[in-house]
């Protein structure tokens, strides 16, 4: 089981915890604490030796926390997801070869795409995919279709694995850190459209990969995960967006893997991710 923790630091929490849990007759497997100093705030997370209900826990450790103690216990369930996507296929097919051995931590549900050229992988691994088109009507009924789909599977967490559309603040608040993105850069730098082409102008020497959840302002959500690798002046922009695929896979599987874990802790828009 493990069992999440975040709220105000005070003298003597791990304590505290530790001797409820110790009460209880649990064995703790591992443990991880943050304490940020500048917002005197407490972060844990702990993997126990407990299967049953826990209630009762969350219960006892109320009784030792700060009245704004945000307890999460989570006896590892397989979260469920639905995927957005557009025309790019190395995300996706990632994430689809994950989910067909188990190993995604996650079970796809659906993919939606707003062109239909991934429509073809989706039925090789047999997950629905529905192809919702952003040009038939205006963007609040093309997010309202999309809602439409979501709401059929009620899924845990929604990834844009290359969905190259913005999505408004209004459909972003009904899934509050729940949306997950790949972004093209590491940012700050280059947000928004064409980074790679900004990359390539700028002549820099790095290009990246962010993964983060999706807030109302763009690209500037809370990151979970990033990684760069080095380029150089004989590089294109389209060399870079070649290297740069292979980046992205990898820093959103990783991302994909700490949230699923329940690894990612998110306060005043920053994490803290015990990996």
Do not use: W
């Not at 559309?165 to 509050?176: E, K, M």
């Amino acid at each position: 089981m493990i069992i999440v923790i975040q709220c105000t630091d005070q003298v003597g929490l791990v304590a505290s915890i530790t001797a409820v849990l110790a009460k209880a007759q649990l064995n703790i497997v591992s443990m991880r604490e943050h304490v940020d100093e500048a917002n005197n705030r407490f972060f844990m997370r702990l993997e126990i030796t407990h299967t049953g209900d826990g209630t009762f826990i969350e219960e006892q450790l109320r009784d030792v926390l700060h009245a704004d103690a945000d307890i999460h216990i989570n006896p590892l369930p397989n979260k469920e997801v639905v995927v957005l996507v557009t025309k790019e296929y190395h995300c996706l097919a990632d994430i689809l070869i994950r989910n067909f051995y188990g190993t995604l931590g996650a079970t796809v549900k659906a993919v939606i795409g707003n062109h239909d050229v991934l429509a073809d992988i989706c039925r090789r691994f047999e997950i629905p995919f529905y192809y919702l088109s952003h040009d038939l009507g205006s963007k609040q009924e093309f997010e309202e279709k999309i809602l439409s789909v979501i709401g059929k599977y009620a899924p845990d967490y929604i990834i844009l694995a290359k969905f190259m559309r913005i999505l408004s603040a209004g459909f972003v608040s009904r899934f509050p850190m729940r949306v997950i993105n790949i972004h093209h850069s590491f940012l700050p730098a280059f947000i928004g459209a064409n980074p790679y082409k900004q990359a390539y102008e700028r002549g820099v020497k790095l290009i990246g990969a962010t993964a983060h959840f999706v807030s109302n302002e763009l690209d500037e959500g809370p990151i979970i995960a990033q990684q760069i690798i080095p380029v150089n002046h004989s590089y294109s922009a389209a060399d870079m967006m070649k290297a740069g695929r292979e980046i992205e896979t990898a820093v959103l599987a990783n991302a994909l893997k700490l949230v699923f874990e329940d690894r990612v802790f998110v306060y005043a828009n920053k994490t803290v991710v015990f990996d």
